[in-house]
């Protein structure tokens, strides 16, 4: 049920963190992988040890916020596979935070582009690939923080992830009839390196709040995050479009 035998899939922000930990669960899972992300000496680690499992991934290295590398990617899925069937559309960044009276319209922008502009054009390339194919299943990373939780000082972040909720949800209808599916996952927090928890200046005060945040009194390693991706890219769930999945410990209910 959870298998992805015979599927192709693009895994963006696979580099590192939750992208990386999904592009190797999906190839142990029997995916053919297309690897995103700008820097290309950790795609090609992450593509040999793919190989070395005895997976198959093909690195290709580039800007999300770039049209052509978008289209880019899905031919190479299309070249070197056949075509499309998933498409894990997972770069984000928190970008500039801070009160929103000094927040520059360039930093708004930054993180407008990097988190949602990059998403519509991900899926503008994909979408027709899938409907070549008979269907398939896009899934953008979002987030609580614009959903369920307003955080100080996350102004573009919080927009852009949200703005991600609307996109998923017009493209679940708009391609539903297609087989295409569309879901956004909501991760709570998460050990990555570009979790808060891991900044340069974060002490150990700064995990224990953070982890205090979710009902389960900790926070996720990317590997458990991966699993939920796995499961809105397989027909495990295949009843399932439109939605705004939490894989967040509970941190979007806890009130302790
Ligand atoms: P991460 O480890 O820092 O990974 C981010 C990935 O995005 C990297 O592979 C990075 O690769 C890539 N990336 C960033 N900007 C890019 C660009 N312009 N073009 C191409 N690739 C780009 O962070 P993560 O925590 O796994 O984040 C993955 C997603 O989860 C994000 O959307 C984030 O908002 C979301 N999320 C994270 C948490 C958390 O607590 N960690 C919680 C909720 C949601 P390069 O630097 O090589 O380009």
Redesign the pocket.
Known sequence: MFALANKAAIV??????????TAKLFAEEGAKLVI?????A??DQLAAEIEDAGGTAVAL??????EA?AKALVDLAVGRFGGLDIAFN?????GQTGPVSELSLEGWRETL???LT?AFLGAKCQVPAMVERGGGSLI??????GHTVGMPGMTS?AAS?AGLIGLTQVLAAEYGAKGVRVNAL????????????NAPDAGPEVLAF?KGLHALKR??R?QE?ARSVLYLASDASSFTTGTALFA?GGVSINRT
């Open positions: 963006t922000g696979a580099s590192s963190g939750i992208g990386r930990a995103a992300a700008r820097r290309q950790e795609l290295a580039g800007d999300v916020r770039d590398y997972n770069v984000g960044s928190v582009d990097t988190n990059s953008f990373t979002c987030t609580f923080i972040y992830k909501l991760p709570g927090g998460t050990d990555t390196p570009s979790s808060i928890t953070v926070i996720a990317p995050i967040d």
